[in-house]
């Protein structure tokens, strides 16, 4: 994947979708033999990462996402390609469910550890005033 962005808000806002020209299982592995014959960034907020021109077995779709929402990107993305939705089995859901709940609490411990963090920092800094008083009155 590469992501090109730029400053310009009237720039292009185009998603290029490579892909195969032969679909079979030769073609297939024949293509997954063969590498890029150049070298590009895989992300720029400069406009450098320009896409690459296609390779002779590939060819490139093109869908304009600008004043596109989400939904409409991926139902033009699965018609272009004809790509199916897969949904995720339960034992899937139920493991994305568990990694979300463990994101949430790990949220928490994190925000958690800054309060204690600065909450110690502050107590220090009161220690040392007390210090520094004891000292000087002595």
Excluded: C
């Amino acid at each position: 994947m590469i992501v090109n962005r730029h400053e310009d808000p009237n720039g292009p806002a185009t998603l290029s979708i490579y892909r195969q020209k032969d679909t079979s299982e030769e073609g297939w592995a024949e293509a997954a033999a063969d590498t890029r014959k150049h070298v590009t960034m895989s992300s720029s907020w400069l406009n450098m990462a320009k896409a690459p021109d296609p390779l002779p077995q590939e060819r490139v779709t093109t869908i304009d996402m600008r004043y596109r929402m989400g939904e409409e990107i991926l139902e033009l993305l699965l018609a272009e390609t004809n790509a199916k939705v897969v949904i995720p089995t339960q034992e899937e859901t139920e493991f994305l469910r568990k990694l979300a709940e463990e994101e949430k609490q790990l949220a928490y411990v994190n925000s958690e550890s800054e309060r204690l963090k600065k909450l110690h920092e502050e107590e220090s800094g009161d220690m040392a005033k007390a210090r520094a008083m004891a000292l000087g009155t002595r």
